[in-house]
């Protein structure tokens, strides 16, 4: 069964402080690790996907990496507006041309920019 | 932007109700799924579908919830009947998918289902 671990649960820092959040998971086979963002009240805002160990996408302050068991999400000088939960999830390879479109998600970190 | 449009976005009854939720996804997309968020165990996978074919339910409790595309901008998740551990908030996605390819799924801002 495909599983994702997120940590830490939360975090706190200060504007301009620079940290990074962490994405554990098992996975048959890995067809994509995609990176949420979520603000409260509303529905998770795709940020990015990777495909493969090695890769590395950028997005303004924020920029995500892969390897063969856990991605993080480096987050640079973060600003107030950082804030919100940060969710992972997996999509594993199909066994069959039927495809698999299922992602399992972690149950997220909550940031919170202090300005 | 277009967006996945979902209604109602709060929603306040009695245990044994029916409850409807609907999506309309954004034009173009052939995949729906639905999600069910709560705090102990964030975002499940309920069902999806491509192209209006239902292809895994495995997520949703087959005796109260059920799962429809009636035509390709509508997305119907009902529950009947409705108990308190079904209060939790439900959202719709949608994305473009194939065989061998997959666009990210992006999400409509929910139903919040409260059941007294």
């Known amino acids: 069964e495909d599983q994702v671990t997120q940590s830490p649960e939360a975090l706190r820092l200060q504007e301009g402080e620079s940290s990074s959040l962490n994405c554990s998971y098992t996975?048959?086979?890995?067809?994509?690790l995609f990176w949420y963002r979520q603000d409260p009240g509303k529905g998770p805002e795709f940020l990015f996907t990777l495909y493969s160990a090695g890769e590395e996408k950028e997005k303004e302050r924020l920029k995500a990496t892969l390897t063969k068991k856990e991605s993080f999400l480096h987050i640079t000088a973060p600003k107030p507006e950082d804030s919100a939960t940060y969710l992972c999830a997996v999509q594993a390879t199909p066994i069959s041309n039927f495809g698999n479109e299922k992602l399992t998600f972690g149950t997220g970190t909550r940031l919170t920019i202090i300005p | 932007d277009a967006r996945v449009t979902q209604t109602p976005r709060h929603k306040v009854t009695e245990m044994g109700q029916e409850v409807t939720m609907r999506c309309q996804p954004i034009?173009?997309?052939?995949?729906v799924f639905w999600y069910r968020q709560t705090m102990m165990q964030g975002l499940e996978l309920l069902a999806y579908f491509r192209n209006r074919a239902p292809l895994d339910d495995s997520g949703m409790p087959k005796d109260r919830f059920s799962a429809e595309m009636p035509d390709a901008t509508l997305a119907t998740l009902k529950i009947q009947p409705s108990e308190p551990r079904d209060s939790a908030v439900y959202f719709c996605?949608?994305?473009?998918?194939?065989?061998?390819?997959?666009?990210?799924?992006?999400f409509g801002d929910g139903t919040r289902l409260s059941i007294l």
């Open positions: 996975v048959s086979g890995l067809r994509g």
């Open positions: 034009l173009g997309h052939n995949t």
């Open positions: 996605a949608s994305g473009f998918t194939g065989i061998g390819y997959s666009q990210p799924q992006h």
